[in-house]
């Protein structure tokens, strides 16, 4: 197994990235190419022991956070992210994973592969955790517009995904929407109600905002721009809450005492919530694996999403995705 | 001061409703008419002390949670909420409250008082309580899909109700995207993005799903079927958290003891994040006072929403409002 990992995407790249690839390698007893310039790479790898499964592919670009994705690829032939999954196309690796601008590694991906038969838009599947468990945000921000038929498709690669990575068995299905009834919301949502509901997947209709954190469905699907808003803002909420919670306590004495006393369970109940425990965010619907981790990935984070993407290849979600649109009569 | 409030409308109809009315006007010394079945109102008033400051206006219709607004509204001619809002037009009351249908209060809102001037359409603004205060959002469900210019008058609404009613000196208007660069977002927001820079608001670009819970923008202007999935995000978010943490904390002996001598802060936490203390939210744009509450308001949320009714018109947001679109070159 050869994972190419884009040594320039990330906040903290390419240290954070560079530590997380070394990590991987240990624990997952498998081969990593780094991807990007290579004097800079050196640098970040030379404070760490070398190591025989580390190799280089040296690029001089690399796409900015703030660039345009499909404007930024025309111009830097040679950026990190397209190399990356050049070297998927040309069987140098088995898959990519990506701290760097989300939109370029979906075009990028798009570009070297190509999209699965039957898939107009690949979109991001985003696991989050929840009261219950965990639920499956798609779209969580590759594609702002999005066609009835497109948040359909998503809906089937994400039930594909719950079955064959998860181990979920009959997935429910929900369309995120603003109210439960049939008919609510706008006529995107309402037409692509139709087509779930026509469908033979588990679907349970719409869900609301609420719904989601409940954990009562396996899988929401949403158009891009409102699962990247949901997914931030369950961040945001969860960081907030969070220094509320303490700040209180903390004004009172007893309030210390408490959370002397409740460190072991807050401690724990963050970590459930963490996204760097759950690794990156896969790229659903190229034809190949790509996982998206968070712009500010730390090397934890960049090792559990390489572990994301050896687990996808080794399960062989792609072929059972690609047998399930067959299924569905898209593919 | 006279409030309409819609009997009729919400899950716990007319019980809890009357209850709230009854509540309102002991303590706000105002006066009250309950718009709705009268034998209904008649039944869950009996068991109450009488009082002299309450009156009914029959009617026979209510349009019901599950709906179309419009369809229903030109059906029941005599439903609630529209005779609920005729009170106003007539100038026998001065607001109006609901905890039903909120899409048929904003359309009989519109229908009876007719839009502000250089309002194309009203929206709801949403209270949302934060890390650092609160922020306003806007739209928060009254409109699915809007045009460029319309999200901008939400923010200039916002801005004017902030100031006159929140008591807020030049609040910070953010607008809800998927990145904070410029360019970022769907053709709605990039244009939406333009008209607020060239504005006079205090407008600090994007902001990300994350950046509302922090609080750090005082106004987050999105469409309503965002800010509807948001609110309700926010909701499920809370109560899960809250949910998790107790069940996590109680599984240990520690946890329990800390989660005793925690009771108070955790309890001024829910308090400060509980929805029924911040009353309804205005419906901004509509020439007269309207407040939609959840629809599963306690007697307690019914108050707090008559009392912001009466706080509404008592500080003539309505009037400021008026000034601020002028001044803003809209209305």
């Known amino acids: 197994m050869n994972v190419a990992v884009d040594a320039m995407g990330g ?11 070394v990590e991987a390698v240990s624990e997952l007893g498998i081969d990593i190419i780094l991807v990007g310039h290579e004097k800079k790479i050196a640098k970040a790898l030379n404070t760490r022991p070398a190591h025989g499964h580390i190799s280089f592919h040296h690029c001089e670009d690399v796409v900015e956070m703030d660039e345009s994705p499909l404007k930024a690829l025309r111009k830097k032939k040679d950026a990190s992210i397209k190399v990356a999954f050049d070297l998927v196309k040309d069987g140098h690796a088995d898959a990519v994973i990506s701290a760097g601008n989300s939109g370029a590694t979906l075009a990028a991906g798009v570009l070297s592969l190509g999209r699965m038969k039957g898939i107009e838009r690949p979109a991001i599947a985003s696991i989050v955790p929840t009261e219950k468990g965990r639920v499956i945000l798609i779209d969580a921000g590759a ?30 299905v929900g369309l995120l929407n603003i109210g439960e009834e049939e008919g609510k919301g706008n006529e995107q949502v309402r037409l692509a109600h139709e087509l ?12 609301e905002g609420r719904d989601i954190p409940m954990g009562d469905v396996d ?19 969860v960081e907030a809450m969070g220094r509320v919670i303490e700040r209180d306590l903390m004004s009172s004495f007893f309030g210390r005492v408490a959370l002397a006393l409740a460190r072991k369970p807050i401690n724990g109940f963050k970590r459930k919530l963490d996204y760097e425990e759950h690794g990156g965010a896969p790229l659903l619907g190229i034809n190949g694996v790509g996982v998206i981790c968070h712009g500010s990935s730390s090397a934890k984070a960049i090792k559990n999403a390489i572990s994301m ?23």
Chains 1, 2 share one sequence.
């Open 309 to 331: 993407a050896v687990q996808y290849v080794n399960n062989m979600v792609l072929e059972k995705m690609s047998l399930q649109l067959k299924a569905s009569k898209i593919g």
């Open 143 to 172: 594609n702002v517009d999005c066609r009835p038929a497109q948040l359909f498709q998503f809906g089937v690669m994400a039930q594909a995904f719950a079955c064959s990575f998860l181990g979920m068995t009959d997935p429910k």
């Open 11 to 21: 906040d903290h790249a390419p240290e954070m990235v560079v530590q997380g690839a």
């Open 196 to 207: 779930f509901e026509r469908s033979e997947l588990n679907f349970v209709g719409n869900v």
């Open 219 to 237: 899988i929401v699907v949403c158009d891009g721009f409102v699962g990247n808003v949901v997914l931030k803002l369950i961040e945001g909420n």
